[in-house]
């Protein structure tokens, strides 16, 4: 999307250098006390949690998503083990791949912190008239389990007509290279939309198989409190966090509200549970 009206958060320079690499660095922008309140949030929210019965979620293949937990938790806040984990489970919080995809409308703490009225002007000065959250992720990126997320596109699965996808992605804990931090390779948004993950028969399926180049790619390692803005068609990834520390981030996919929301995404919400209006 292009600047349609004066900035009134981000500066020209920010938004050139957005519409150049695809991605923009906000060091500091989010207090270190919120993001206390959200890792407290989070952490109740896994210890309340039952993990029986429940799926592992695969980031290589999507070998689980036909799963009806999986679907319901477009309108829900659910839980994914790691790909690695095998049952039975000794430690929630070491085998929790994330928790999604609705915790900014159902938690208050994850509402207050995400619509934000910083993110609204920031989506704002990039070209949106009524922006809206369609999905959040709390990711824990575990040590030693956290598993790889491979280079993709965030239009792939969050599709309107026409694109329009941005991801708020804020670093709750340092993210480095030790610890599996974000890469993005710069100006790949100017190629489009690659791929779609649709909805299909019986499932969900790719319209396209693309190996995406990364040789280009910058490595996006962000100090607590940092935000990235990520444009839709960025490629980016994460590596396997090797490490012994963790790296919990908070993303939030967001799409222009006037534009159709297209009936082929994995993520469908009930009449009674529509996106919210962003006030």
Not at 89 to 112: M, Q, T, V, W, Y
Not at 116 to 136: A, C, H, M, W, Y
Not at 225 to 234: A, C, F, N, S, Y
Request: glycine content about 4%.
């Amino acid at each position: 999307m292009q600047l349609i009206r004066r900035a009134s958060f981000l500066s020209s320079s920010q938004i050139v250098s957005f519409n150049k690499n695809g991605f923009l660095y906000l060091p500091n922008m989010i207090p270190l006390t919120d993001i206390a309140v959200v890792k407290r949030r989070a952490y109740e929210h896994i210890e309340s949690w039952r993990p029986d019965n429940h799926p592992i979620f695969t980031t290589k293949e999507q070998a689980r998503i036909s799963d009806e937990y999986f679907f319901k938790s477009a309108y829900n806040i659910s839980f994914f083990f790691e790909e690695s984990v095998k049952p039975p489970i000794k430690d929630k919080h070491a085998s929790i791949n994330k928790i999604g995809h609705a915790l900014h409308d159902l938690d208050p703490e994850f509402r207050n912190f995400s619509y934000r009225n910083e993110f609204k002007s920031i989506l704002t000065d990039i070209g949106f008239v009524n922006p809206q959250i369609v999905q959040s992720m709390y990711i824990v990126k575990a040590p030693r389990v956290g598993g790889e997320v491979k280079a993709h596109q965030d239009s792939s699965y969050i599709i309107s007509e026409p694109s329009s996808c941005i991801g708020i992605w804020i670093a709750l804990e340092d993210a480095e290279m030790h610890n599996a931090c974000l890469y993005a390779v710069p100006g790949s948004h100017k190629n489009g939309t690659l791929a779609l993950w649709e909805r299909k028969e019986g499932g969900m399926a790719y319209t396209n198989q693309f190996e995406y180049h990364t040789k280009d790619a910058v490595c996006l390692e962000a100090k607590a409190g940092t935000v990235i803005i990520l444009h839709g068609d960025l490629v980016h990834w994460s590596e396997q966090n090797y490490s012994e520390k963790s790296r919990h981030a908070y993303t939030l996919h967001c799409v222009e509200g006037n534009y159709k929301w297209s009936d082929k995404n994995w993520i469908q919400r009930p009449d009674y549970f529509p996106f919210r209006i962003w006030e």
